[in-house]
């Protein structure tokens, strides 16, 4: 789907449901779409990208329908997007949209999360995203990546993006699957990016005054080694730890937090011996 203002400006790509259970991008199209006649200048293309994975969503199980065959967002690479490794449906779905992604502007990726806790916008830092910052409301944590940090390349870390002075990719967590704000939150925060953007009018001020959200900076995912790998307190998106503190413990070996202070960003309910567990941040300011 496609809105042109008619007039020059940003191309900026709004995608959804790259994990098919994570809906809440799907109402933050139906906004943008609800608001096409008010867009200022450039043009947005809206891509509802796991359709196979949404397919397979199962009534009150919020978890179910992630992906088809493989997660849809650990796969773009410039080898995996050439047709390398396993051949699934998100393989071939992400090498038909990825050449659409690429021209983006202003990419902006939605999701939601199992745990609770706080919203994130994570991206990483070029010219563009650093200057859409100081317009939008700081109501969310902000994860700056150092460098990508998962198993797989991100929609956000594609080849034509990474690195980009001109292209800004925001991956934004809006809350739990299964909570009412989630959706709310996605369209706020989408309407905020393309008003940073100059592409939407400033959304009115918001009544009261929100907490300010920290300034992190992603550095090391962490791997499990054993099935019994634990986390010590209950997952949060982003937690904070003290220096020397144990995060976890997995079989005999213990994760100690390496920074003062380190958070612990989007942990994984059940990590699995080989895979990721969670992401080491420290302090943007330290
Ligand atoms: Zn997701």
């Given at each position: 789907m496609r809105i042109d203002s008619g007039r020059p400006g940003p191309h900026a790509v709004i995608v959804a449901i790259i994990h098919g259970n994570e809906t809440c991008g799907l109402s933050a199209i139906r906004s943008v779409l609800a608001e096409?006649?008010?867009?200022?200048r450039g043009r947005i293309t809206m891509i509802a990208a796991n359709v196979a994975g949404h397919a397979r969503r199962v009534p009150g199980?919020?978890?179910?329908?992630?992906?088809a065959e493989e997660?849809?967002?650990?796969?773009?690479s410039a080898a995996r997007l050439a047709g390398d490794g396993a051949d699934t449906v998100e393989s071939r779905r992400a090498r038909a949209i990825a050449p659409l992604c690429r021209q983006a502007d202003l990419l902006i990726d939605l999701h939601s999360m199992a745990t609770a806790g706080p919203r994130l916008l994570m991206f990483h830092d070029t010219p563009a995203a650093r200057a859409l910052l100081p317009a939008l409301p700081h109501d969310h944590h902000r994860v700056r990546f150092a460098h990508p940090v998962h198993d797989g390349r991100l929609l956000i870390e594609q080849p034509g993006l990474l690195?980009?002075?001109t292209r800004a990719g925001f991956v934004v967590e809006?809350?739990?699957?299964?909570?009412?704000g989630t959706d709310a939150y996605a369209r706020r925060i989408t309407h905020a990016l393309l008003a940073a953007a100059g592409?939407?009018?400033?959304?009115?001020t918001p009544g009261g005054r929100r907490p300010r959200g920290r300034d992190v900076i992603a550095v090391e995912m962490i791997r499990a080694e054993s099935d019994g790998f634990r986390f010590l307190?209950?997952?949060?998106a982003l937690q904070r730890f003290d220096k020397g503190e144990v995060i976890a413990e997995d079989g005999a070996r213990r994760i100690l937090a390496?920074?003062?202070?380190t958070y612990l960003l989007l942990p994984r309910l059940r990590p699995r011996s080989g895979g990721e567990a969670g992401i080491l941040a420290r302090d943007a300011a330290a």
């Open positions: 096409r006649d008010a867009i200022l199980q919020p978890q179910a329908g992630r992906f997660d849809m967002n650990r796969l773009w690195g980009e002075p809006c809350g739990r699957h299964d909570r009412p592409m939407l009018p400033p959304p009115a307190r209950p997952p949060e390496p920074f003062a202070p």
